[in-house]
């Protein structure tokens, strides 16, 4: 059924960061959510995650307005996300296999011999199989993204939650994760939501890319659409991004 947002708005402190917002998000696809620093995109992830309570609008996830759940009847609807953190927020003092199996232990009933079975499942789908033993501070900037996704993944989610997934990587390693985003969505068909301001990432990822300006979606097509687009302030993001 995917995920609705409509009118959502959220003010900090008197200052108004999502002005009304709307955006639909598709079952199975990747949507790349761009825009500047400071528009709104933590924010809106923070709503769908059901972190913060929008101040009018509604966020529903398959049918469901989360904003109207008891912090139980919330967990249930978390339990369908995903997340890869910019800096991989690995457990450092956890080696690669308990990384992996933290969620699928405490979110799940999962009994350790599934969670092996599991474990092992999601590594081989991020290139890093037999890492199980592999202490974190070994792994490099890319490895650890893709621990991370294993993680993000060993719990079965429905959507994936990708926040800057090129960031810091140097184009060889940024571009074997583009490659990876594009090969889970096409073997899970998990919804994927994407924040970048790598347009090179967003360009090649994404079934359909939404513009974040000034509290609101300002324009949101695919790739093609969003390349040809007559949106000034939307052309300018894509040129500097092209730029760096």
Not at 70 to 75: H, P, R, V
Not at 78 to 95: E, R, T, V, Y
Not at 142 to 147: A, C, D, N, T
């Amino acid at each position: 059924m995917g995920i609705e947002i409509r009118d959502l708005k959220k003010s900090f402190n008197g200052k108004e960061v999502l002005k009304g917002l709307n955006l639909d998000i598709h079952d199975a696809e990747v949507l790349t959510v761009i825009g500047g620093s400071g528009q709104g995109k933590s924010v809106l992830f923070k709503h769908m995650l059901g972190i913060f309570k929008p101040d009018s609008g509604r966020i529903v996830i398959d049918g469901v307005d989360i904003s109207k759940l008891s912090d139980d009847e919330l967990l249930k609807v978390q339990s369908k996300f995903g997340m890869l953190f910019q800096s991989a927020a690995l457990f450092d003092s956890l080696n690669v296999y308990e990384n992996v199996a933290f969620g699928p232990r405490h979110l799940t009933d999962m009994s350790e011999r599934a969670i092996r079975k599991r474990v092992a499942e999601v590594l081989d789908m991020v290139s890093m199989p037999g890492s199980e033993t592999f202490a974190v501070a070994s792994l490099s900037g890319g490895m650890k993204k893709r621990v991370a996704l294993a993680r993000a993944l060993a719990t079965s989610p429905k959507y994936l939650l990708y926040d800057e997934p090129t960031t810091g990587l140097d184009p060889l390693l940024a571009e074997s994760i583009n490659d990876l985003i594009l090969a889970l969505n096409r073997q899970t068909k998990i919804s994927a939501v994407v924040v970048t301001h790598d347009m090179h990432s967003a360009f090649k990822v994404s079934d359909r890319i939404a513009f974040l300006h000034d509290g609101l979606i300002k324009e949101i097509g695919t790739v093609d659409e969003i390349k040809k687009t007559k949106l000034e302030s939307l052309k300018n993001f894509i040129n500097a991004g092209n730029s760096v």
